[in-house]
């Protein structure tokens, strides 16, 4: 009698133990649990943790509840400029609703990479070419809504898309490189001319001081012979301004007792020919003059008349 309940008491332990083995489900952190009981969906879903269900009559569907990341395959296009592109992507999604995830769509994950593929190339259509360059954010947001809006419905809702890369024909990458060349060529002339405007500005304001001090443009000489000289040369080459001279010669006084021998030297009369040399006679004295001449003193003769 005790061996026959001993052998029971082993075979119901062991039943139960077959029983909890078939009907005992661990759901992990980062997944949720969806029972069909005959092939209906049960209510609700079961939580994270130890879970029992019917054994033959129940089946659980485990979604994972992550963010998934799913590289889009690189889609072959031609932009609104008529450009041939090819752009790669990359999409992130999760799980919110697992009981749509696995009754409204047969397989979530082809479902959102399909859907990528199609929204992928509607953007290339409708995007130019420096869009998919310079304006990549915009892109994303647009590619994201084209995405999510059919996704909300399986129970998915995307987190993000970002375009990872957009290859170009060799010929557009060579005529972009020369119009990038002849850009940065022509800011530099812009702005080298524009340099050279602001230079002559203040090149002139400072001659015009120069102009009003002349004592200025010697400082401004000293100062260049003190920079060149900081260089510890042996030999210093120094042009030497025209304008300093004749602030020199201005500033220098000029004595009084200088004066030209032309202008101190008699002017010499011109040479008479012998025919025109006439005798002078000398003038007639007055008898005032003659009274008072002193003695000894003849009176010049009479000059001879002629006969």
């Known amino acids: 009698m005790v061996e026959e309940l001993l052998t029971a008491g082993i075979a119901a332990a062991t039943g139960v133990a077959v029983y909890l083995g ?3 489900r661990v759901v992990k952190q980062y997944e949720r649990g969806v029972v069909f009981r005959f ?12 879970t029992v269900i019917v054994p033959v009559v129940d089946r659980l569907r ?12 690189a889609q072959e296009g031609i932009t609104r400029d008529n450009v041939t592109v090819r752009v790669d992507a990359v999409v992130y999604f999760k799980v919110v609703d697992p009981a749509s995830a696995i009754v409204a769509v047969e397989d979530y994950r082809f479902a959102v990479s399909q859907m990528a ?3 992928l190339r509607s953007i290339i259509g409708k995007s130019d ?5 310079s304006n990549r954010e915009k892109l994303n947001q647009g590619l994201e809504l084209m995405i999510d809006s059919p996704a909300m419905g399986w129970g998915v809702q995307i987190d993000r898309v970002e375009i990872k890369d957009v290859s170009l024909p060799e010929t557009m990458k060579r005529s972009m490189a020369r119009q990038a060349e002849a850009d940065r060529e022509r800011r530099a002339r812009v702005i080298n ?20 001090q002349p004592a200025a443009l010697q400082l401004r000489l000293l100062q260049t012979v003190i ?11 120094l042009p030497f301004p025209v304008e300093l001279l004749r602030f020199l010669e201005r500033a220098a006084p000029v004595p009084p007792a200088a004066q030209d021998p032309a202008e101190a030297a008699p002017a010499t009369p011109p040479a008479q020919s012998p025919a025109e040399a006439t005798p002078v006679a000398p003038p007639a004295q007055s008898p005032a003059e003659a009274a008072i001449a002193p003695p000894g003193a003849t009176s010049p003769e009479p000059p001879a008349t002629p006969s």
Not at 193 to 212: F, G, I, N, P, R
Request: hydrophobic share 50%; aromatic share 2%; net charge negative.
């Open 129 to 133: 070419l420096d869009d998919l360059l």
């Open 193 to 212: 001319a524009d340099a050279e405007l602001q230079a002559s500005h203040k090149l002139a304001e400072a001659a015009a001081v120069m102009s009003d």
């Open 39 to 50: 092939g209906r969906l049960r209510e609700g879903v079961r939580p994270p943790g130890f």
């Open 227 to 237: 920079a060149v000289a900081a260089e510890k040369n042996s030999t210093l080459v």
């Open 22 to 24: 078939a009907a005992a």
């Open 117 to 119: 593929q199609t929204s």
């Open 62 to 73: 485990k979604v994972n509840l992550q963010i998934v990341t799913l590289p889009v395959p």
